[in-house]
């Protein structure tokens, strides 16, 4: 699994604290947050010893258990981190296409949401310099933080290293931070060389996100984790707060804590079968587009995650395409639209099934598309 929560420590995990003076919860005013050296346990039951992944393969590092926090998910890591970060009205920057996920978190914090846009061209990419226009015209100083999706879910794309560059950058230049979701970096597909985590990044503040729901492939299992890296004193300010915001919510169980040790255990074992199958399944779509004698549906270059975009005639409206696949086989998938692509003609599908199923699954899409266009 990904930094901050590959090694747990061995403890009761967070029980419950006596909450500390807060304020207002935001990152720009102090409020009555308590200094470092008077911090609740609380704060420090909810981090956690681990290991950091770098890039694919690469061989992991310890990470100091200072840096990380456990919660309940990576849900709740975005509504913390925009508590942290943002007033109300406040903005922060996300991808499009993206997760639907971020902006409704963002509306209950009272935060807005201001999108910049992947674009595909053979694979995907981030528009750099729109994030830039962005950032310049941005007068009132309102955005707050970047956040990246590495890899991206629907677009599977990770996040490369001249991007990573550009961003840390401008995120230096403006003074934000960066949020880095990172729950599908363990599940390579067909990466480009080079891609690395952007967790313990040291010259910005960054938050990295990760959770067991992912590593496990297991929804219930709701563990998640930020790991704080950057410049000493920004890190240092960010844990300060974010022990205040810990300790409020206090978000995790004994319960729960006690088994994480163990599902840390089984976490090798299940990203070793799910990439398996994940990468077999990948490999049967491409056969089977390449069998396809309409020849009419592609799938764009996943990178890595465990989802695809299949791409299909713009002619067919996506709605009706996955209602006519409900109808007719009891099987669906995402439109395009769920993820705000820019034109029509998109299905997210998932590479998780076993085999058999997932080749109907296929089998299913190119029948809906043949019908869709009348071609017996």
Same mark, same amino acid.
């Given at each position: 699994m990904g930094e901050g929560m590959q090694r747990a420590a061995a403890g009761d995990g967070a029980p419950d604290k006596d909450s500390a003076a807060r304020g207002d919860g935001c990152a720009r005013d102090d409020g009555g947050a308590a200094d470092k050296d008077e911090e609740d346990a609380a704060g420090n039951d909810n981090r956690t010893a681990a290991r950091n992944e770098g890039t694919v393969g690469e061989a992991r590092r310890t990470v100091d258990a200072d840096d990380v926090y456990l919660l309940s998910s990576t849900s709740q890591a975005y509504a913390w981190l925009m508590k942290l970060l943002c007033d109300a009205g406040d903005a922060v920057l996300a991808p499009k296409p993206g997760y639907p996920l971020i902006e409704s978190i963002a509306r209950l914090e009272c935060v807005e949401v201001r999108f910049y846009q992947l674009r595909f061209d053979g694979s995907w990419f981030i528009d750099v310099p729109q994030i830039e226009r962005m950032l310049a015209e941005d007068t009132d100083r309102r955005i707050r933080a970047l956040v990246v999706i590495n890899p991206n879910n629907p677009t599977g794309s990770y996040i490369k290293p001249g991007e990573r560059e550009a961003l840390v950058a401008l995120c230096i230049r403006y003074g934000i931070a960066i949020i880095a979701d990172e729950v599908f970096f363990d599940y390579p597909l067909e990466p480009f060389d080079g891609n690395r985590r952007l967790s313990g990044e040291p010259r910005v503040l960054t938050f990295a996100l990760d959770g067991f729901s992912k590593t496990l492939a297991a929804p219930h299992a709701k563990v998640g984790g930020i790991r704080v890296s950057g410049p000493v004193d920004d890190v240092r300010e960010a844990r300060r707060r974010l022990d205040v915001i810990a300790d409020d919510f206090l978000p995790m169980s004994e319960f729960v804590a006690r088994e994480i040790p163990t599902m840390l255990r089984e976490a090798p074992r299940q990203l070793d079968a799910v990439g398996a199958? !994940?990468?077999? *399944?990948?490999?049967?779509?491409?056969? =089977?587009?390449? +069998? %396809?004698?309409?020849?009419?549906?592609?799938?764009?270059?996943?990178?890595?995650?465990? *989802?695809?975009?299949?791409?299909? @005639?713009?002619? !067919? %409206?996506? *709605?009706?395409?996955?209602?006519? =696949? !409900?109808?007719?086989?009891?099987?669906?998938?995402?439109? +395009?639209?769920f993820f705000d692509m820019t034109s029509n003609g998109y299905l997210a599908i998932s590479l998780l099934?076993? @085999? @058999?199923?997932?080749?109907? *699954?296929?089998?299913?899409?190119?029948?809906?598309?043949?019908?869709?266009?009348?071609?017996?």
């Open positions: 199958r !994940i990468r077999a *399944n990948l490999g049967a779509l491409h056969r =089977m587009l390449e +069998g %396809d004698e309409l020849g009419v549906v592609d799938v764009l270059r996943a990178e890595g995650g465990w *989802n695809v975009l299949l791409r299909f @005639p713009g002619v !067919i %409206d996506e *709605n009706d395409l996955v209602l006519s =696949m !409900i109808d007719d086989a009891r099987t669906s998938g995402q439109p +395009g639209y099934p076993e @085999p @058999p199923q997932f080749a109907r *699954n296929v089998a299913t899409v190119l029948d809906a598309v043949r019908q869709r266009l009348d071609i017996d």
